[in-house]
């Protein structure tokens, strides 16, 4: 069962515009939200994130969207670049008191910037 | 900071064989992940060491597949003998403090024929 669900899977976006990504959870343990950003052959980098007590984190261009009545979370990029051309991940830390801990992700959204 | 290491980069094995990927976490970091992406699909978590202790090795898909953190430094994941349906990248990562941000090495990319 897929904790964290994101989409679209695929984005094509042209210089200059908006690009969003979106991201729904079950879980309402959850506390902290990150996005990764991934570029071919690199690992996932941590871009932002955002913890439920807020409903908007905003850091240059990137802002997250948090809506906890909904159990949603996006990522908005303004004035997209081709280099945020890249694959984005949402997820969401899942820790007990025995101190495990890791992230659950979504499946990826591939973001192509149109020049 | 050096980053998360990891080797091979690519791996392409017949099916039946053993193959050993490594990563060298970021220099202090106690706690060191294993993650899997399946060409598609989500990232999904393997296990966690904390130093040389798994602390959770709940997303390990089944006994073919051991890792080890001797030391509590440099981890392996083992795969033996490897399946078709074990092909993906390999993701390890490392932080500091268990619920912190991760770090993340480039990963492995493993292919079996």
């Known amino acids: 069962q897929q904790q964290v669900k994101q989409s679209p899977q695929s984005l094509i976006v042209q210089k200059g515009g908006i690009s969003i990504i979106n991201c729904a959870y079950e879980?309402?343990?959850?506390?902290?939200f990150p996005w990764y950003q991934q570029f071919p052959g690199k690992g996932p980098a941590l871009l932002i994130a955002?913890?439920?007590?807020?409903s908007e984190k905003k850091e240059g261009r990137f802002t997250i969207s948090f809506n906890k009545s909904a159990k949603q979370f996006s990522l908005h990029i303004m004035d997209s670049q081709p280099g945020d051309s890249a694959t984005y991940f949402c997820a969401a830390p899942w820790r007990d008191q025995t101190g495990a801990n890791n992230l659950f992700f979504g499946t990826g959204t591939r973001l192509t910037v149109i020049p | 900071e050096a980053g998360v290491t990891q080797f091979p980069s690519h791996s392409v094995i017949e099916k039946g064989q053993t193959v050993t990927l490594r990563c060298d976490p970021i220099s202090g970091h106690d706690n060191l992940y294993w993650y899997r992406r399946v060409m598609g699909k989500e990232i999904k978590f393997l296990l966690h060491f904390v130093k040389e202790s798994k602390q959770d090795e709940s997303g390990m898909p089944n006994n073919r597949f051991l890792a080890e953190r001797t030391g509590g430094t440099y981890s392996t994941l083992k795969v033996q003998p490897a399946e078709l349906e074990d092909s993906g990248v390999y993701f390890c990562?490392?932080?500091?403090?268990?619920?912190?941000?991760?770090?993340f090495g480039s990963g492995t990319r493993l292919t079996v024929v």
């Open positions: 879980n309402t343990a959850f506390d902290y």
């Open positions: 990562a490392s932080s500091q403090f268990r619920g912190g941000d991760y770090t």
């Open positions: 955002i913890r439920p007590d807020v």
